[in-house]
């Protein structure tokens, strides 16, 4: 099993998602966002009980399950819509 700290190790390697993580006051309105949650809503309905086993192959370094269901989420103009909202709610890293 991948240790959780190596996951978030790499993750840190991200400036973005390094940023975000960073911010927690940011990152938990981020989460408890209306467009977070229907999000999480619809990703539920279409996946069902496959969202559980996605988040958990993520949470130890596979992401492509739970990319594929974010990705068949954001087929839909109100997915693609959400998530839209969701990127734009975080700050973009700035270039030297």
């Known amino acids: 099993m991948t240790n959780p700290q190596s996951n978030l ?9 390094a940023g975000l993580l960073k911010n927690r006051a ?6 408890h966002s209306d467009d977070t949650q229907k999000l999480m809503q ?40 959400l998530v839209q909202k969701i990127q734009q709610a975080v700050p973009q890293t700035q270039k030297d």
Request: charged share 25%.
């Open 42 to 81: 619809m990703l539920s309905q279409n996946a069902g009980d496959g969202l559980k086993s996605a988040a958990a192959s993520a949470a130890k370094g596979d992401t492509g399950a739970l990319m594929g269901l974010v990705r068949q989420v954001m087929q839909s103009k109100e997915g693609a819509q």
């Open 9 to 17: 190790d790499e993750l840190m390697k991200d400036p973005k998602a």
């Open 26 to 31: 940011l990152l938990q309105d981020l989460i």
